[in-house]
């Protein structure tokens, strides 16, 4: 028995609107059980469920931390009916929703992910430039403290 997620209701798939069907995921640690498309091999992931399969949490953090409030995804959420939002990791979009924090993959998008994951994917460039600039930044804060500092032990 799969205990709570077996109890729950049937969704169906955002993109083709066809019953979607419950398949078992085998990761280290506590299994996943996911909603897959049997028409478009769609993916629907419930709260958390993308962190588990991937296991590699900043990855999976990075593509919900960007959720605006304005949505460029077309999709509605299958679980609660909420907006969508499109997330990115580089080439791959990835709609998450807004409310409920469920990820809906697209046919491939999950092996692309795990990818990356496996590849030590760190982000976007922005963010990489971000990093870059505050480490700048920072040494500068220190070379300028360890100037001061010599100046006042003269």
């Known amino acids: ?28 640690g506590p299994n996943v059980i996911i909603d897959l498309c049997p028409k478009c091999q769609g993916i629907w992931l419930d709260d958390n469920e993308l962190k588990k399969i991937l296991g590699d949490r900043k990855l999976a953090n990075y593509l919900t931390k960007h959720i605006g409030t304005q949505s460029k995804s077309k999709l509605v959420c299958p679980r609660c009916g909420g907006l969508m939002d499109l997330e990115y990791a580089e080439d791959v979009e990835i709609d998450v929703c ?5 990820t809906w993959l697209d046919y491939g998008e999950l092996e692309r992910l795990r990818e990356k ?3 030590g994917y760190t982000g976007d460039k922005e963010e990489k430039a971000v990093e870059e600039w505050e ?6 804060r220190r ?4 100037s ?3 100046r006042l032990m003269r």
């Open 1 to 28: 028995m799969y205990g709570k997620k077996a109890t729950e209701k049937t969704i169906e798939c955002p993109r083709c609107w066809v019953e979607m069907k419950k398949e078992e995921i085998d990761i280290l």
């Open 98 to 102: 807004l409310n409920c924090h469920g």
């Open 117 to 119: 994951s496996e590849s």
């Open 135 to 140: 480490e700048m930044m920072a040494k500068q």
């Open 143 to 146: 070379k300028r403290l360890n």
């Open 148 to 150: 001061l500092f010599g």
